[in-house]
Nanobody
Framework: QVQPVESGGGLVQPGGSLRLSCVASGYIFAITSMGWYRQAPGKERELVAT????????NYADSVKGRFTISGDTSKNTVYLQMDSLTPEDTAIYYC?????????????????WGQGTQVTVSS
């Protein structure tokens, strides 16, 4: 079973930076996407940034464009989120998502894997 594990969250002052990491353990045949989502208290989970594979095209939420940068390394089953110029509105639990094609014998299934989340709090 694939299990993404996030790290790097914490408390930071407004204007500060954090770098989140996510490493996915377990068998992965081929990663098709790597991404970060977040959920603030009382709100629905929302997309922050994704990176498609192959090709590496990236997509960002409007609210984080120019401040956050996603980078993935499929050779290490790892994805990072560099977050700069943080504001209190960025406070949320951040979740790593891995999309993958999993091969079982002659069958290939598209599957989706989520991490447990890491808390990011932006406050003075």
């Amino acid at each position: 079973q694939v299990q993404p594990v996030e790290s790097g969250g914490g408390l930071v002052q407004p204007g500060g930076s954090l770098r989140l990491s996510c490493v996915a353990s377990g068998y992965i045949f081929a990663i098709t996407s790597m991404g970060w989502y977040r959920q603030a208290p009382g709100k629905e989970r929302e997309l922050v940034a994704t990176e498609k594979r192959p090709g590496g095209s990236k997509n960002y939420a409007d609210s984080v464009k120019g401040r956050f940068t996603i980078s993935g390394d499929t050779s290490k089953n790892t994805v990072y989120l560099q977050m700069d110029s943080l504001t209190p509105e960025d406070t949320a639990i951040y979740y790593c998502h891995i999309g993958a094609n999993q091969k079982y014998g002659k069958t290939i299934n598209a599957e989706s894997f989520w991490g447990q989340g890491t808390q990011v709090t932006v406050s003075s």
